[in-house]
């Protein structure tokens, strides 16, 4: 079913592919049929009653005649008329799920002062968005240790807002607020896991074998292991903070140093420092006298 102005109601549940409309609920098609049917064929029989006909004319007339306008007139009508009532549960489902709160994480740099978090906060909250998670990161320049300076720092933001609310909007919203060099991206509830107990997890996982780090610290971070290649050295890395911050390197005492990356959402200090210590714990198991205890198991 090709999408017209007729369809508008329901244009949204039209499949991207075939174009087509879903399956409207059984009961509720039965119901548009008959109640577009029962007029057609009061209307033939009171017709064909009528006529002089014999007995047997009548009926056949009346069977043939129908048929064809329950196929080619009732049924197609019913669909056209009612589709809006035929399609009302996907059409309150669909409507709810694009209100449904969906899940954002954001970061922007603020003035590290009295009332800067306050500001963007109720920015935010103009658009009916609900802070679930906040971190606080130090942001370190040049000059930020001199007399008088203000310095500034990255808040790192869960937010739950309106399934309407447009990445634009947030983006928008923090700036109003007074934050700068903003990032916004949807997110999952993973984003609400505690970093601290999942980092203490995966240390688990490394005492029973070191080698384990980069896939840990790979499943830590979210980030993918970059594959060291000497001819192609890997780009330029940061601490976590900066102007894109989205590559770390982790140095080894036993297999130079390995590099994660995650295009489009930098690590802060607080996931690059636990990155570190996992790695500090591997180098440590894999030096200690039981090492080649656990290598042979």
């Known amino acids: 079913m090709k999408p017209n102005p007729s369809t508008s109601v329901t244009a949204d549940l039209l499949c991207d592919v075939c174009g087509q409309l879903p399956e ?6 039965t119901l548009a049929n008959i109640a577009v049917m029962l007029p057609i064929e009061l209307l033939v029989h009171a017709a064909v009653v009528g006529t002089t006909l014999p007995y047997v004319a009548k009926v056949l007339l009346l069977a043939v005649t129908a048929t064809v306008l329950v196929i080619w007139v009732a049924e197609p009508s019913a669909a056209k008329v009612l589709r809006g009532w035929l399609h009302a549960p996907a059409l309150r489902q669909r409507h709810r799920l694009h209100l449904a709160p969906a899940l954002w994480r ?16 109720q920015s935010l909250a103009k658009l009916g968005t609900n802070i679930l998670s906040l971190h606080v990161h130090p942001v370190m320049r040049a000059g930020s240790l001199a007399p008088g ?24 919203a923090l700036a109003d607020g007074g934050g700068c060099g903003s990032l916004v991206w949807p997110t999952t509830a993973l984003a609400m896991a505690d970093g601290q ?66 295009p489009g959402e930098p690590f802060t200090p607080a996931e690059s420092a636990r990155a570190h210590r996992l790695a500090e714990l591997a180098e440590i198991l894999a030096h200690s006298p039981a090492a080649p205890e656990r290598a042979r198991c």
């Open 149 to 172: 300076h203000i310095g500034t720092v990255m808040d790192e933001f869960v937010l739950s807002a309106p399934g309407d609310v447009t990445e634009q909007e947030l983006l928008k």
């Open 106 to 121: 954001a970061r922007t740099v603020l003035l590290d002062q009295p009332g800067s978090l306050q500001t963007v906060t």
């Open 197 to 262: 107990t999942k980092a203490l997890t995966l240390a688990t996982r490394i005492a029973g074998n070191p080698k384990e780090l980069p896939h840990a610290v790979a499943e830590l971070l979210s980030a993918k292991v970059v594959p060291s290649d000497p001819e192609h050295p890997a780009p330029e890395t940061s601490a976590g903070v900066g102007p894109s911050p989205d590559v770390l390197k982790i140095p080894t005492a036993w297999n130079g140093p390995l590099v994660f990356s995650r």
């Open 24 to 29: 409207p609920p059984k009961a509720r098609l």
